[in-house]
């Protein structure tokens, strides 16, 4: 069993940045997957930005250069730092973690004003 507690969210201008948290309460170094997934009101979930079992990083185009994620094995902690944050980019996100079984976080909000 994991737990995944996501912090981080908020409200920010267009432009503006945020980093989100995603604590788990076991190791991540075993895990196939872990990373941020997004879901704006009306759209589907969209992976953001996650690590495979490969230690490889993949990202959403719309992100790319923007979005850099990033891991602390030692704290079981994966972040996602959000700079040049845009109107679009407003969304609950939320941490997933594969074991293989398949772990979400409760959601943190993202509202990026223009």
């Known amino acids: 069993q994991v737990q995944l507690v996501e912090s981080g969210g908020g409200v920010v201008q267009a432009g503006g940045s945020l980093r989100l948290s995603c604590a788990a309460t076991?190791?991540?170094?075993?895990?196939?997957?872990m990373g941020w997934y997004r879901q704006a009101p009306g759209k589907q979930r969209e992976l953001v930005a996650g690590?495979?079992?490969?230690?490889?990083?993949d990202y959403a185009d719309s992100v790319k250069g923007r979005f850099t994620i990033s891991r602390d094995n030692a704290k079981n902690t994966v972040y996602l730092q959000m700079n040049s944050l845009k109107p679009e980019d407003t969304a609950v996100y939320y941490c997933?973690?594969?074991?293989?079984?398949?772990?979400w976080g409760q959601g943190t909000q993202v509202t990026v004003s223009s």
């Open positions: 076991r190791s991540i170094l075993s895990v196939h997957f």
């Open positions: 997933r973690a594969l074991t293989p079984y398949d772990y």
């Open positions: 690590f495979t079992s490969g230690g490889s990083t």
